[in-house]
């Protein structure tokens, strides 16, 4: 079993940063492949960046170069560096975690209760 609980989420400007954390606890958590999701309002979730116990990455196009998913296993945390950020980045964020290699896909078995981003003009 796998807790997951998001924090850093807020308001910023076009153009600015925020960094979103995901506290993981639970049995096997470094052995789970992670990601982090996005929902807008109206919106289906989708996947924003993930990684798997390798430290292999992946990111949506819509993110490349502008935002960066990392764990720090000493601190059993996820984080997503968020830069340049756009009005289109507002949404619910959610980090998920799954022993499976979901990748992108919003297949995940454990889930966070999110965090919003806004992002104004």
């Known amino acids: 079993q796998v807790q997951l609980v998001e924090s850093g989420g807020g308001s910023a400007q076009s153009g600015g940063s925020l960094r979103l954390s995901c506290a993981a606890s639970?049995?096997?958590?470094?052995?789970?492949?992670m990601g982090w999701f996005r929902q807008g309002p109206g919106k289906e979730r989708e996947g924003v960046a993930a990684?798997?116990?390798?430290?292999?990455?992946t990111y949506a196009d819509s993110v490349k170069g502008r935002f960066t998913i990392s764990q720090d296993n000493a601190r059993n945390s996820l984080d997503l560096q968020m830069n340049s950020l756009k009005p289109e980045d507002t949404a619910m964020y959610y980090c998920?975690?799954?022993?499976?290699?979901?990748?992108?896909?919003?297949?995940?078995?454990?889930w966070g209760q999110g965090t919003q981003v806004t992002v104004s003009s």
């Open positions: 639970g049995n096997g958590y470094k052995m789970y492949y």
């Open positions: 990684i798997d116990s390798n430290g292999r990455t």
């Open positions: 998920a975690a799954d022993s499976k290699s979901w990748w992108l896909l919003p297949l995940y078995k454990y």
